[in-house]
């Protein structure tokens, strides 16, 4: 069946520095992968989306080129902030499909110190 | 905007007590979905519904019902709940018919079963 794997976190970095979230998927199908961020308190939300092989997805200043050679989607950031912190999941979707399913890695927390 | 909410928000229930979840969406989306929120988890999907009328069971149903009786409400249901069903749930919607579509949160049910 469908998985996503994800670096275990917590991730501790402090303000200023890189960030790398490893993203590897299986699947049998074709699939769209999704970043989603969620903060303390509320729900996940959409980071962005990449639904072709190849291309590369980006929003407030992370990005993810979704690799079908390596079944992989990794997040990075070149210089995190503080309100950076919050748990990153690493998502996986059937493309039509009337159930619209995701699949969701365990998620990686990362913890920004100022 | 469109929203997803969520009722309560907290809840302690007693073991072997009714407990009912409540979502509302207004994004007039077809598909709604309940997931609970566990550490090492992630999200997992415990039933789906198509529209109105319709509930599908996701991958943990066990111990849970769902009902859809109109497009913007989905309810939970623990017709027994037990210490193992505390956790986090979250409501979603989502729009199958785009062909990469993404799914919309709730804030989150904190359910404690004592």
């Known amino acids: 069946g469908d998985s996503v794997t994800q670096t275990k976190g917590p991730v501790t970095l402090s303000e200023g520095t890189s960030l790398t979230v490893n993203c590897s998927y299986e699947?049998?199908?074709?699939?769209?992968l999704f970043w989603y961020v969620q903060y303390p308190g509320e729900g996940p939300q959409l980071l962005f989306k990449v639904p072709k092989a190849n291309e590369k997805g980006s929003n407030r200043g992370f990005e993810a080129t979704y690799d079908k050679g390596t079944t992989s989607f990794h997040l990075q950031k070149a210089s995190v902030q503080e309100s950076d912190s919050a748990v990153y999941y690493c998502?996986?979707?059937?493309?039509?499909?009337?159930?619209?399913?995701?699949?969701f890695g365990a998620g990686t927390q990362l913890i920004v110190i100022p | 905007e469109a929203a997803v909410t969520q009722s309560p928000r907290n809840k302690v229930a007693v073991t072997g007590g009714k407990v009912t979840l409540s979502c509302n969406q207004t994004n007039n989306h077809n598909n709604m979905y309940w997931y609970r929120q566990d550490t090492g988890h992630g999200l997992r999907l415990i039933h789906y519904?198509?529209?109105?009328?319709?509930?599908e069971k996701g991958d943990i149903p066990d111990g849970y019902k769902a009902s859809r009786p109109s497009q913007e409400n989905f309810s939970l249901i623990l017709e027994l709940a037990t210490p193992s069903q505390t956790s986090v749930y979250f409501c979603?919607?989502?729009?199958?018919?785009?062909?990469?579509?993404?799914?919309?949160f709730g804030p989150g049910t904190r359910l404690t079963v004592l």
């Open positions: 519904s198509y529209g109105a009328g319709s509930t």
């Open positions: 699947t049998k199908q074709y699939p769209t």
């Open positions: 998502v996986l979707g059937g493309r039509g499909s009337a159930l619209g399913r995701l699949h």
């Open positions: 979603a919607s989502g729009d199958a018919r785009l062909y990469y579509a993404e799914q919309f």
